[in-house]
T-cell receptor, first 117, second 114 residues
């Protein structure tokens, strides 16, 4: 079974509107973390937001917020007031304890977001 | 701080050749990682290290080797390159503490094996 599932290969949004990118995860580790990264066409990986499994409140960073629903094992990224520069690939990732005793990350396949003017 | 640096940026290898991808970080991070990203896909973990002298396999280690003799450096060695190793390779590091779990990525190395 996939540890991180991003079911939307591509999403389109109008500039200035909000958009939600879906991410579901699977883990038996009670102490895990969830990340979102942005990868523009230039190729670099840019950290956006982090949510720990014990965090009571949803993480927010500027226009980015993480809608964390622990019981449903979902960690959706919400981008408010979309800008043209938000057009990129977005990856959801999870940090969990490996069998070797170290925390290692797993990435989803990504969602391509295109913002229309 | 330079962050995470990777060299080279681009490389073309012939089948059977070997090479080392260099990765250096100047943030005193304990964790370092090597990923590969195939076209249209997410990142897959090749190897990781939790500190100098300690390395472990990730999801796709076959055909690669690593070493971590210092905190700063984490080179990735490809022996007997194969076309299946054509990919973009990213190195990353993190402190992985309650202060910060963010991974810092290098700019990537685009490798083509022909």
């Amino acid at each position: 079974a996939q540890k991180i599932t991003q079911t939307q290969p591509g999403m389109f949004v109008q500039e200035k509107e909000a958009v939600t990118l879906d991410c579901t995860y699977d883990t038996s580790d009670p102490s895990y973390g969830l990340f979102w990264y942005k990868q523009p066409s230039s190729g670099e990986m840019i950290f956006l937001i982090y949510q720990g499994s014990y965090d009571q409140q949803n993480a927010t960073e500027g226009r980015y917020s993480l809608n964390f629903q622990k019981a449903r094992k979902s960690a959706n990224l919400v981008i408010s007031a979309s800008q043209l520069g938000d057009s990129a690939m977005y990856f959801c990732a999870m940090r969990e304890l490996s069998s070797g005793g170290s925390y290692i990350p797993t990435f989803g396949r990504g969602t391509s977001l295109i913002v229309h003017p | 701080n330079a962050g995470v640096t990777q060299t080279p940026k681009f490389r073309i290898l012939k089948i059977g050749q070997s090479m080392t991808l260099q990765c250096t970080q100047d943030m005193n991070h304990n964790y370092m990682y090597w990923y590969r990203q195939d076209p249209g896909m997410g990142l897959k973990l090749i190897y990781y290290s939790v500190g100098a002298g300690i390395t472990d396999k990730g999801e796709v280690p076959n055909g690669y080797n690593v070493s971590r003799s210092t905190t700063e450096d984490f080179p990735l060695r490809l022996e007997l390159a194969a076309p299946s190793q054509t990919s973009v390779y990213f190195c990353a590091s993190t402190k992985d503490s309650t202060l910060s779990y963010e991974q810092y990525f290098g700019p990537g190395t685009r490798l083509t094996v022909t």
